[in-house]
């Protein structure tokens, strides 16, 4: 029976998938549908899957909603489409149809409609984007200045000091060591403040507490502990958990996350042993992984190679936060959705410029165990992720490719600048070529999935 916790992690990751998919395939289609209706383009068919149908009804515009079986995709058919994914039309339907029908078809309607609806799909993949990071800030909040513990996290004691960590929830932080802490939305100067900070297991924290200003030991504020993971990572594949921190590398103790990445960028790809103290636990762990080589953005523009074991670290407390306002929210959900577009523009150039390695690029398979990793990391973990691939989702759909939209947007271009669509038969070339090129970077992708490390 020891392929039962593989098995089940399996149908997680997949059932992790499916709901990902579904969710992002969904709005995109039904930002077809909707503009399409307002347009005056009558939708017959808004089908979430393929293959065998399972439910269907009819709604009051005629519109036939149905759930498929195979939920790995979907498609809405308008009035006069040949077939599901638009790609052309039924010619002898359309011109036996009176003038008003003709123009609740997809060819039949003025080019704005067209183009519209067309657009619509990948504009309300943005637009789930945007909420989703919206509502996670919102949920969130911002954190509260001055600096203040929201709450203590598990870490394990500090053997051999002569006092141990005494910080509590609400305390407000003003300096830790005897540097001034300085506003947290300053990102420079609070690099520069964890770049000056003693190296010390116990610092001395300047607090107030209860209206009091008062000094109390606290635990170094960057400590080596593990608050996200990578999917797919070397530190994901070992087992390694949020909240694990890592006491010693190689029997060399440590207490800071920034001695864990010198010890990691040290090994030059060579394994490393890892201690791990995990809350709940009375016995430290062990594990053994080898960092792996990854490419990732650098804040002065393109990328570079580093390596890393997969994991992110934070400060040895939560901070306390002030509620966002929605307007707020709105803007920061906007500028997340921006960041993702302008990486991954930025991820494919530097990979068709072979300036990075291809193994950047993930199919399905990849995709799909990404989808089950921050499922099991919670539920913002894995909010964050479908917002994340419902904007990669949109722009994909935007490049410049026939059978997909913006292949068509190019075609409704040169339908404006010519005065006619292009001919069938030149239209029947292009989607076949544009086929041939999406299929065959889903193959490169997939090919990926299976031989990259």
């Given at each position: 029976?020891?392929?039962?916790p ?8 997949l ?6 998919l579904?969710i992002?395939?969904?709005?995109h ?9 307002v347009s ?7 089908s979430?899957?393929?293959g065998?149908?399972l ?14 079986a195979?939920?790995?995709g ?5 009035l ?5 994914a ?5 010619g ?5 149809m ?16 067209r183009?519209?609806t ?5 504009v ?5 984007s945007?909420?989703?990071f919206a ?22 004691a500090?053997?051999g ?14 300096a830790?060591?005897?540097?001034a ?13 964890g770049?000056?900070?003693p ?6 924290y300047a ?5 009091r ?23 994901y ?13 190689d029997?060399?103790?440590?207490f ?10 040290a090994?030059?790809?060579?394994p490393?042993?890892l201690n791990v ?15 792996r080589?990854?490419?990732?953005p650098?804040p002065a ?19 306390a936060?002030?509620?966002v ?6 803007q920061?959900?906007?500028v997340?959705?921006?960041?993702v577009i302008?990486?991954s ?6 990979i ?7 193994c950047?690029?993930t199919?399905?398979?990849g ?23 419902s904007t990669?989702?949109?722009l994909l ?57």
């Open positions: 029976m020891n392929f039962l593989e098995f089940g992690s399996t149908l997680y990751t059932l992790a998938f499916v709901v990902a579904s992002i395939v969904a709005i289609e039904y930002g077809h549908y909707i503009i399409g209706r005056g383009i009558k939708a017959e068919v808004f979430l899957g393929f065998p149908v439910f269907s009804r009819v709604d009051r515009h005629g519109t036939r909603w149905q759930f498929a195979l939920p790995f979907g498609y809405v058919k308008f006069g489409d040949a077939d599901a638009s790609a052309g039309s039924d002898e339907a359309i011109r036996a009176s003038a008003q029908d003709r123009r609740a078809t997809m060819q039949g309607a003025p080019l704005w409609a183009a519209a067309v657009a619509a799909g990948p309300f993949n943005f637009i789930l945007t909420v989703l509502v996670l800030l919102f949920a969130r909040g911002d954190v509260a200045e001055p600096m203040a513990v929201g709450a203590m996290r598990p870490l394990p500090v053997a000091a002569a006092q141990q960590p005494d910080l509590r929830a609400g305390d407000e932080i003003r830790i060591g005897g540097v802490v300085p506003d947290f939305s300053d990102a420079t100067a609070m690099s520069q403040f770049d000056t900070l190296m010390a297991p116990v610092l001395d607090v107030t507490r209860e209206g200003e008062i000094t109390v030991p606290g635990p170094y504020p960057y400590p080596p502990i593990i608050t996200q993971l990578s999917p797919n990572s070397a530190a594949d070992i087992g390694l958990e949020k909240g694990d921190v890592i006491t010693a590398v029997g060399t103790s440590i800071s996350f920034e001695q864990l990445k010198n010890s990691v960028k090994s030059s790809g060579a490393l042993l103290w995990r809350p709940g636990t009375d016995t430290a762990l062990e594990f053994a992984l080898t960092p080589r990854v490419d990732e650098d523009g393109g990328f570079r190679t580093e390596w890393r074991i997969g994991i992110a670290g934070g400060m040895a407390f939560e901070l936060t002030t509620r306002g929605v307007l707020d929210s709105i920061g959900g906007l997340q959705t921006w960041q302008v990486s523009l930025s991820g494919l150039y530097h068709a410029t072979g300036a990075i390695s291809s950047n690029m199919g399905p398979i995709i799909a165990k990404t989808s089950g990793a921050m499922a099991s990391q919670g539920v913002v973990s894995f909010v964050w992720f479908v917002a994340a691939l990669g989702v949109g759909n935007l490049f410049p490719v026939p059978v997909l939209d913006g292949g068509h947007l190019v075609f409704h271009a040169y339908e404006a600048v010519a005065g006619r669509p292009p001919s069938d038969r030149a239209l029947r070339v292009l989607m076949f070529a544009g086929l041939t090129i999406v299929l065959g970077v889903m193959l490169f992708a997939l090919t990926n999935d299976v031989f990259c490390p």
